[in-house]
């Protein structure tokens, strides 16, 4: 969090890059001298462990002056349980399709929800690194000069919403011709429906839509004046979905998400 707030994620990202590539490395060399699965996986932890202590070490070294036995400032957590409202909806809203699908429908048909879900979430990553590496900046012109703040918000919300269109246009082109291949042996179930890409992306496109907006919220402080909003978003999405989920399956649980989203999207851009 700190080397996000000081604008240095690059830091992090390198150590993450350089930490996969040793894990990986690892676990091939150990597989290759036959090691079992236990040995496997207590290498790959070793690797998070020294990743860890590497953070660690980084902080010491660059924030010197940064005191952990300081007496905290408690007014600086004054909002935390509006803060904590913001948290419960995001834990709801990213996990409720799968869940309700769970227990309406059956595996096979959240295998399907689950490899979609894997190939946009790859995209979400992508523009969650761009974002993550910005939003610093905004955050620190936002509480330095309000006339360039403006003007930079006003770019990074075209340039990330062009960007997010983009990609998840990409995705959604691609993905069926994919599926077919990545499917073919599988008989059981058909993961082919073209209606699927264009739920998923309407689900990715509003998601991305807010953004910026919803970062705003954070870099502002504006929990509390939000936390309404966010509940209103839970309930409808819940609603809907469970109205849905048991006609439609996986559409159901998407249109259950889209229908909340397009209140919360807009809500958050006015």
């Known amino acids: 969090i700190l080397l996000r707030a000081d604008g240095k994620q690059y830091v992090r990202a390198g150590l993450d890059m ?4 040793f894990k990986q490395v ?5 597989i290759h001298l036959g090691f079992d699965v236990v040995v496997v996986q207590f290498a790959a932890m070793l690797t998070n462990v020294i990743q860890m202590l590497w953070i660690a070490r980084y902080i ?47 595996l096979k048909v959240v295998s399907i929800y689950a490899l979609y879900t894997t190939f946009y979430d790859m995209v979400t990553r992508v523009l969650r690194t761009i974002r993550d590496a910005l939003e610093f900046k905004i955050a620190y012109e936002f509480h330095r000069n309000m006339e360039s703040f403006r003007k930079l918000f006003e770019a990074y919300e075209v340039f990330y919403i062009t960007l ?37 992306t309407f689900v990715h ?15 502002a402080g504006h929990f509390k004046e939000t936390k309404n909003s966010a ?18 399956g996986i559409k159901g649980v998407l249109l259950g998400t889209i229908v909340s989203s397009l209140y919360r999207t807009n809500y958050l851009i006015w």
């Open 18 to 21: 350089f930490s996969v590539l």
């Open 26 to 30: 690892a676990k091939i060399v150990l």
């Open 60 to 106: 010491r070294r660059k924030y010197p002056w940064i005191d952990l036995n300081a007496k905290p400032d408690n007014t600086a957590l004054v909002q935390s349980k509006y803060v904590l409202a913001h948290e419960v909806n995001y834990l709801i809203t990213s996990n409720l399709d799968a869940v309700l699908l769970t227990i309406f429908t059956n």
């Open 164 to 200: 997010a269109f983009s990609l998840f246009s990409i995705v959604s082109y691609f993905i069926l011709p994919f599926m077919r291949l990545y499917t073919a042996d599988v008989t059981d179930i058909n993961y082919i429906d073209a209606a699927l890409p264009l739920l998923f």
């Open 205 to 219: 496109l509003l998601a991305a839509g807010r953004y910026p907006s919803d970062a705003m919220i954070h870099i």
């Open 231 to 248: 509940m209103t978003e839970t309930l409808i999405n819940l609603g809907v979905s469970i109205a849905l989920v048991q006609f439609w």
